[in-house]
């Protein structure tokens, strides 16, 4: 398995999570 390509992904997959609570947070204010 690639070290790489996992990485890649968990990369990808983390700044998805990120992006979306970031949009779900601009778009209610607490």
Known sequence: MD???LLLILAFFGLSV???YG???L???S
Do not use: N
Request: hydrophobic share 40%; net charge positive.
């Open 3 to 5: 070290w790489l390509y």
């Open 18 to 20: 990120l992006l979306t």
């Open 23 to 25: 949009i779900e947070k």
């Open 27 to 29: 778009r209610r204010p």
